[in-house]
């Protein structure tokens, strides 16, 4: 998994997406992007892709395509018009994007893998201006998002951001 991080002005968001998938399907990879304020650190995107690649080879996935099931997990949802909301919006957009070849995991092609990834990785740059977004998140649009409450956060040992991979990660045990 390689992540990449800027910034977009998005004229239009469907647009934009075209974009990236056409990048990933020239690469042989999924890409997909979220709005930086959504996403509290690396762990988070980790955890989300580590749950979308298990129900993708188990056959138990939510949606059809790899990177909605990617942020269906990053949003701890099963609705897809509800997990949207992380995904890139018009405008000034911080933007975090992961790129993942998830059907080529055999030793044999771990290095053509790995290549498109970089590649991959490379035209996504191109299509952002660089910046540092990955942990720059929105505490309160997080907290509303995801629905963590006062009342949880002190009840927790962690901070916000382990409360986020809690619902992440909660998210195959309420299918």
């Not at 647009?15 to 988070?44: C, K, N, W």
């Not at 395509?65 to 099963?78: K, M, P, Q, S, T």
């Not at 991959?120 to 990955?134: G, I, K, M, N």
Request: proline share 2%; aromatic share 4%; with cysteine.
């Amino acid at each position: 998994m390689q992540v990449v991080e800027g910034t977009a002005d998005i004229d239009d968001v469907g647009s934009f997406v075209e974009t990236l998938s056409a990048i990933g399907d020239r690469h042989g990879v999924t890409v997909q992007a979220f709005d930086a304020r959504y996403v509290v650190d690396r762990a988070h995107l980790e955890l989300a892709v580590d749950l979308a690649t298990r129900a993708h080879g188990r056959g138990d996935t939510i949606a059809e395509d790899f990177g909605v099931e990617i942020l269906l997990y990053a949003a701890g949802r099963r609705q897809i018009n509800r997990a949207l909301t992380m995904g890139v919006s018009e405008g000034a957009c911080p933007v975090v994007a992961v790129i993942i070849d998830h059907k080529r995991t055999d030793s044999h092609v771990g290095k053509r893998n790995q290549n498109g990834i970089e590649a991959a990785a490379s035209d996504v740059r191109e299509q952002l201006t660089a910046a540092s977004t990955l942990g720059e998140y929105d505490e309160g649009r997080v907290r509303s998002f995801f629905d963590v409450t006062d009342t949880e956060l002190a009840a927790t040992a962690g901070g916000l951001p382990d409360a986020v991979r809690e619902r992440v990660a909660l998210l195959p045990v309420e299918k």
